[in-house]
């Protein structure tokens, strides 16, 4: 089973009167989270202490 996550966009339409298009689409979770990780550096301890004192590291794509 994927997990996936509804999201709710509200998109402004270029007219002479103020209208909103509201657009619903579904997010495959963990293929979104393959694609950043694998985009994305792994963070070094000595940064995410530099930036995240308090939190125990913990890379989010390790």
Do not use: F, N
């Not at 339409?13 to 979770?29: E, L, W, Y």
């Not at 963990?30 to 940064?47: F, H, N, W």
């Amino acid at each position: 089973m994927t997990a996936t996550i509804s999201v709710l966009v509200a998109l402004p339409v270029a007219t002479s009167r103020q209208r909103i298009r509201t657009t619903i689409c579904s997010i495959d979770t963990p293929r979104l989270l393959a694609r950043l990780c694998g985009d994305s550096p792994a963070i070094p301890e000595t940064v995410w202490r530099q930036y995240l004192p308090d939190i125990p590291y913990d890379p989010p794509c390790a």
